[in-house]
Each structure stands twice: as C-alpha cells, then as structure tokens.
C-alpha cells in the first residue's frame, strides 16, 4: 500500500524561524492520526504544510496522484464571524465544490448530487433551507463536514474540531468521525487538545514540540514517554 503522504525530514517556518523542524513520517490510506502538542508546538504550521499553503524551508513532501487530484477535504477551527454566517445549510456545503468547479459561472448537475450525498451521509438533509448560523454547535459541525467532503472523499484534515461544543455534541463528533475512517475508509488527520478522547479513536499519534517527540500508533503512544507525560501518567 503508498503512502498518501510522505514528509522526510521536513522543515516548515516563517521568515527564518522554522516552527517544525526535521518531521518525517508516512500516512497511509485508512489512518486516523491525532497531531497533539502544547501551544506553539507547530500544529498549525504543520496543517498549512500539509495543505500546500506552506512550502517546505528544507526536506520534501510528497502527495499521492490521488490526494493531488481529489484535494483534501479541511475543517479549520471555526470562528465567531464564521458562527455567524448568513448563508442556507446548503450553501455551505455546495461551495465546498468550488475547486471542482474551476471557472464555470454555476454549479453542474453532478457537483449538486454531491453535496446532496454529502449531506445525506451526514444527516443533515433535512436541515436544507435552514440558515447556518441558526444550527446548534454539533449540527454547524455536521455542515462543515459535509462541505469538505465536497472537496475530497479521501482525506479529512481537522483542526480542533470539538472546540466550543457541548460534551453530548463532541461525542456525537467522534462517533461520526469514526464512522467516516472505518466505514467509509477516509484518512483523518486532526489535531486537537482533547486527547483522552482522541486517544481512543485514534490509530496513530503524532507529538510535536517543534520536532517529533513521538510517531506511532496510539497503542504504543499510551506508554511513550512523551505519551505518559502529556497524559498527566494516565494510561487510557
């Protein structure tokens, strides 16, 4: 099986600064890898790498023809202003097909079915005509990925998406998440501060402070060292 990405000894930084320094690692189609670390860890510069809006300062990153062709799907860490959007259930999950779309002035008969599957797989069909910014935490969730899924049914990068939600909403999260990695067979990458409960989801873990504190499964994580020290010594 290829890896759907490969990072050999990668550097990610700003302006002479590198945040992520000599990352190397393979994911592989089916993986659920959890990014932990504390703030200023380099995460988020790492999401940027991963989704091309950060070019490497040193090493290489390679992508699978089917990641480059289909994209990734990505959920960012959501705003108040984008709470607030003004916009129908349906409008935000059909713009996740813009990529698609390229330079076409309107949406094609195929790219409308695809949102309307998209929505059906996550429940929220019947939230249609409703505005998003009227939807509960959990079901404003439920449309962001919903969207991405637009963009790509392969792989789903998440950035602290439990963030703001109630604990029935963020349990709802991960049961549909996992429904998506191991039915549906769709990588996820996501970085999150909730790792008690990540940890049980999750195949692999990768834990950053700059460089690579620890890579592996989320088995072997539980009695790293780095794992044993982030959890406070709690095995899980």
Not at 74 to 88: E, G, I, N, S, V
Request: hydrophobic share 35%; net charge negative; aromatic share 6%.
């Amino acid at each position: 099986m290829k890896p759907l990405i490969t990072c050999e000894h990668v550097d990610f930084g700003y302006e002479n600064q590198d945040a992520v320094i000599d990352l190397s690692l393979q994911v592989f189609p089916g993986d659920y890898l959890c990014v932990v670390g504390e703030n200023g860890s380099g995460k988020s510069t790492l999401i940027k790498g991963l989704l091309g809006l950060l070019k490497p300062t040193a090493g290489e990153i390679v992508l699978s023809d089917g990641v480059q062709a289909g994209g990734i799907g990505y959920l960012p860490q959501q705003t108040a202003a984008q709470k607030d959007f003004p916009a129908t259930v349906w409008e935000v999950v059909l713009s996740g097909t813009l990529s698609r779309r390229g330079s076409r002035p309107f949406y094609s008969k195929e790219e409308k079915q695809l949102a309307r599957s998209s929505m059906e797989r996550l429940g929220i069909l019947d939230l249609k005509e409703k505005c998003f910014r009227e939807l509960s935490g959990g079901q404003q969730q439920r449309t962001l990925i919903a969207r991405a899924l637009c963009a790509s049914r392969q792989m789903l990068i998440l950035d602290e998406p439990t963030t703001g939600l109630d604990p029935a909403a963020i349990q709802d999260f991960y049961r549909l998440i996992r429904q998506l990695n191991r039915e549906d067979g769709i990588t996820i990458i996501m970085v999150s501060h909730d790792i008690r409960n990540v940890i049980g989801e999750a195949s692999h873990v990768l834990h950053l402070h700059q460089r690579v504190l620890f890579f592996g499964t989320a088995q072997d994580y539980r009695s790293s060292g780095a794992g044993q020290a982030f959890l406070g010594g709690e095995q899980t």
